[in-house]
């Protein structure tokens, strides 16, 4: 499976990625991470990557630059949901936010977060 991470706080990316890889590695045949620090450096990686697909994204809500949730209008806009992204997944601070969008977001997982918040998002959405 095909993960993306996007946040500029490279920690939380590094978390996520150890998360999954050590959750999912015994239920899914590989577990490749591409990880980005912003919202433009991942479209940019799209553009010049045309055949790759991404199973699950995970991305900030707030970042500098494009948001997160512009990210999510932008991919709308631009590709197909279930063409090229399956999954996007809003990792954010703000406890309160509530994000629906288009049916592609499963939620939102709060930052800080635990080995075991990550690890129940990508179960559910497999």
Wanted: hydrophobic residues 40%.
């Amino acid at each position: 499976m095909n993960f993306v991470t996007i946040d500029d706080y490279e920690h939380y990316s590094d978390l996520i990625i150890k998360y999954v890889t050590e959750g999912v590695s015994d239920v899914v045949d590989s577990v490749e991470f591409e990880k980005f620090s912003s919202a433009e450096d991942f479209l940019e990686f799209l553009d010049e990557n045309p055949d790759y697909k991404v199973d699950i994204l995970f991305c900030d809500v707030e970042m500098g630059g494009m948001s997160g949730v512009d990210l999510a209008e932008h991919i709308r806009r631009h590709y197909q949901y279930g063409s090229r992204i399956m999954k996007m997944i809003f990792v954010t601070s703000y406890r309160k936010l509530w994000i629906e969008y288009d049916g592609q977001i499963v939620g939102k997982i709060s930052k800080p977060f635990e080995k075991s918040d990550i690890v129940s998002a990508v179960m559910e959405m497999m």
